[in-house]
């Protein structure tokens, strides 16, 4: 048996990563490493939480205490590292628990597996998931990301995530820690926290609230279904090259205004309600600070090296997507109310 740690995996990607490996790899033993805090809900991972190769950690990867013994308690075949503070506006609020969770956890990390993996390090693997927002933004409609891209960051979370994704490639250099990154675009799905624009805009329209657009909705976002970037991971985490970063996405590029258009519509039709009802929820609002123009990822190394492509269309993703949250109230509900925070206890305390 293999032991995987998967940090973040109560989160949004990161969830979908554990149900994929529990279930497509029952010879490898998958521990979930999460802090839970706001962004991590062990409800999202009901379905596998009883699987005999899965077990969960509660911890923090800032704590090199705790990460130390992490480590030495189990013989980690390979990391896949998802835990990070993962919301610009928050990042503009308060930087500082970006640079804790984003850059000193993951040098934590860095640091305990280097030492852990001294004598064999060729055995190993450390795979960091990272985004496309490490690059900046672009203006001219006809330039895409590339993997030789410079990076710019522009907000405290794009730059917290550039510093680790330096680190990372540093202890490569450096050590030779055999690590693998990946930067993707922006992902939608199932249990998308609802302070992310599709997941917001769903809940909002489903209460009849406002539907706040920043600025003038004239952003750019390349958007991919959540199941194909764990799949990506599944893929890269297997037959990427060490040392090697591989830009995910869906060459899917959608202006803000225009998908809350769209996203309004599919409502309506599935709500019952006369067209055009919702899009009269929206309203614009102040614009983010320093909001990034567009992103806009060439997932071409990727898909000639690796094979992979994505395996359903927007459309098919968003009506998956939609008919999830509508089924799943009681989620919504209770990640909005705060209620899920009581689930661990009930869950692994009190048995
Ligand atoms: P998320 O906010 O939904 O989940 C993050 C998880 O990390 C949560 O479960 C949280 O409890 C955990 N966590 C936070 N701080 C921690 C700490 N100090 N110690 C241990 N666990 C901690 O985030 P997400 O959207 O699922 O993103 C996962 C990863 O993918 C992040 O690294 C993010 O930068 C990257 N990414 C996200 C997107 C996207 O569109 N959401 C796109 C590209 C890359
Ligand atoms: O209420 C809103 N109104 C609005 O117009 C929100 C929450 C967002 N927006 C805009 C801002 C962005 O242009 O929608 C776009 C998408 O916003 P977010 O969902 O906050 O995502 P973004 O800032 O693009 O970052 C996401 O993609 C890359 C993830 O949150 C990151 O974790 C990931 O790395």
């Known amino acids: 048996m293999k032991k995987i740690l998967i940090t973040g995996g109560a989160g949004f990607i990161g969830s979908h990563v554990v149900r994929r490996f529990v279930n497509q790899y029952p010879h490898y033993e998958i521990v979930n490493l999460d802090k839970l805090t706001y962004a991590g809900n062990l409800a999202n991972l009901t379905d596998v939480e009883k699987a005999p190769n899965y077990s969960f950690v509660k911890g923090d990867i800032v704590d090199a205490h705790f990460v130390n013994q992490l480590f030495a308690d189990h013989n980690f075949y390979g990391v896949i590292h998802l835990a990070?503070?993962?919301?610009?506006?928050?990042?503009?609020?308060?930087?500082?628990?970006?640079?804790?969770?984003?850059?000193?956890?993951?040098v934590n990390l860095l640091n305990t597996a280097r030492i852990a993996w001294k004598d064999n390090m060729a055995d190993h693997r450390f795979y960091h998931v990272s985004t496309d927002e490490?690059?900046?933004?672009?203006?001219?409609?006809?330039?895409?990301?590339?993997?030789?891209?410079?990076?710019?960051?522009?907000?405290?979370?794009?730059?917290?995530?550039?510093?680790?994704?330096?680190?990372?490639?540093?202890?490569?250099?450096?050590?030779?820690?055999?690590v693998v990154v990946s930067n993707c675009s922006n992902n939608y799905g199932s249990h998308h926290f609802p302070e992310k624009l599709i997941p917001l805009m769903i809940h909002n329209i489903c209460q009849n609230k406002p539907l706040p657009v920043y600025g003038k909705g004239e952003n750019v976002r390349d958007w991919l279904f959540v199941e194909d970037h764990a799949r990506a991971i599944d893929l890269i985490f297997h037959e990427g090259k060490n040392g090697e970063t591989y830009n995910i996405g869906g060459f899917n590029e959608w202006k803000n205004l225009d998908l809350v258009h769209l996203l309004c519509q599919i409502m309506d039709q599935k709500l019952g309600r006369a067209e055009g009802t919702s899009a009269q929820l929206i309203t614009y609002v102040t614009d983010r600070a320093g909001h990034d123009l567009r992103y806009a990822i060439d997932a071409h190394k990727l898909m000639n090296e690796l094979g992979w492509t994505p395996s359903v269309t927007f459309e098919q993703g968003l009506e998956k997507t939609v008919e999830w949250f509508l089924a799943n109230q009681t989620w919504l509900d209770n990640v909005t109310s705060g209620n899920y925070a009581n689930y661990y206890d009930s869950m692994y305390l009190n048995r």
Not at 152 to 167: G, I, Q
Request: glycine share 2%.
């Open 134 to 178: 490490v690059y900046g933004e672009l203006h001219d409609p006809s330039t895409f990301f590339t993997e030789q891209t410079a990076y710019d960051p522009r907000s405290p979370y794009s730059a917290s995530k550039a510093s680790s994704d330096h680190f990372v490639r540093a202890y490569h250099n450096t050590y030779r820690l055999p």
């Open 84 to 106: 990070a503070e993962s919301h610009v506006d928050r990042s503009i609020a308060d930087p500082m628990a970006f640079v804790m969770t984003n850059v000193i956890g993951t």
